[in-house]
């Protein structure tokens, strides 16, 4: 799936720095020119709207701590950010509630199974497992504490437009496609509340859940909400902190071990990042302290990940120096001049 690109190693950035912006604009530039013809993977059709979307759309964008962006093809293009938008929502929970608190209620480990088991639940006691699958994130939207479902839909909205540095708006027409068609959703809110895993209505809970998912982003929007988790919680855009920094280093954490679904494994082992995929086609990938990439194209693997996607950031992890478990050795002498 991953193609290891030969990366000159004068390209790569030692750990803790990205290069000069006018290269990183460069290959950006690269990794869109490399992928833009590739036509592998099928559109998500199980959700009807998202079966017609353009599947030559791709666009490209990396944004570091600092607000810079680097952007090729379709970065305006918006498309619905489906369950990109669980890695938010959590970090906005933990935020509210604590480590401990969504800890307990909702786990940390990989389920092994598809984002919409069924079976991972039964298999496990009733526990949803982590927050990036299906079940775990209909578990962690009712936990934004709110009297009421419309509150708690306004402060989800609110909430990740802060992350995105903008107002994101509900895309209607995914909303009731998805509504219409989520069944599978309703039946894992209900089993989690027969295990007292919910405790608000079950059904309203799964309708936030569904709007949630239907908010409009763009490519660009994603590396903006990655790059406020890779700068400790502060937006690069318009400096607001949204989370405090022990909570990115949580959200980053389960990213890493869940955010792929079941392929989490290997992305880590061959793209080294923390990042989360929608089954539109979106995908966000962290670089702790440097930025992130944001990425759009809607031709899906089995596993709901875009190919083209994946491809661009595997090319940029080992270009721009991002892989959290890469190191280059420095020599004695650049040792020693660091500590003069």
């Known amino acids: 799936m991953f193609e290891h690109d030969a990366v000159d190693v004068e390209q790569r950035a030692l750990t803790g ?21 590739l036509d592998e993977g099928e559109v998500a059709d199980y959700i009807p709207v998202l079966g017609a979307a353009d599947p030559a759309r791709f666009g490209l964008s990396v944004v570091d701590i600092e607000g810079t962006s680097h952007e090729v093809g379709g970065v305006g293009d918006t498309f619905s950010i489906q ?46 497992m982590n927050p990036m699958v299906n079940a775990g994130a209909i578990a962690t939207t009712a936990l934004v504490p709110a009297a009421s479902a419309e509150e708690r839909w306004e402060l989800v909205r609110g909430g990740l437009s802060r992350f995105a540095g903008r107002e994101l708006e509900l895309d209607n027409t995914v909303y009731r496609s998805e509504a219409e068609t989520n069944h599978r959703n309703r039946a894992i809110g209900r089993l989690l509340q027969s295990y007292g895993r919910l405790d608000p209505d079950p059904l309203e809970t799964v309708d936030v859940y569904t709007r949630q998912c239907a908010l409009s982003v763009t490519a660009h929007d994603l590396a903006v909400m ?25 959200t980053l954490t389960v990213l890493a071990s869940c955010g792929m679904y079941e392929r989490s494994g290997e992305w880590l082992f061959e793209i080294g990042l ?67």
């Open 17 to 37: 720095a990205l290069p000069p912006r006018s290269h990183v604009a460069e290959l950006v530039a690269e990794a869109h020119a490399r992928y833009a013809g």
């Open 83 to 128: 369950s990109i938008s669980k890695a938010f929502v959590f970090a906005l929970v933990c935020e509210e509630l604590g480590h401990e608190a969504v800890h307990d209620r909702v786990g940390v480990n990989n389920t092994g199974l598809a984002f919409n088991s069924v079976m991972a639940i039964e298999l496990n006691g009733g526990s949803p």
């Open 226 to 250: 990655g790059a406020t988790l890779a700068a400790g919680g502060v937006n690069p855009a318009t400096g607001e902190q949204v989370v405090s920094a022990e909570v990115c280093r949580d």
């Open 274 to 340: 923390p990042a989360k995929s929608g089954v539109s086609g979106g995908i966000v990938a962290v670089a702790p302290g440097k930025g992130a990439v944001g990425t759009y194209s809607p031709l899906l693997d089995p596993a709901g990940n875009s190919i083209r996607g994946q491809r661009a950031c595997a090319y940029l992890s080992r270009a721009l120096g991002l892989n959290l478990f890469a190191s280059i050795h420095r020599g004695a002498s650049e040792l020693e001049a660091s500590h003069v």
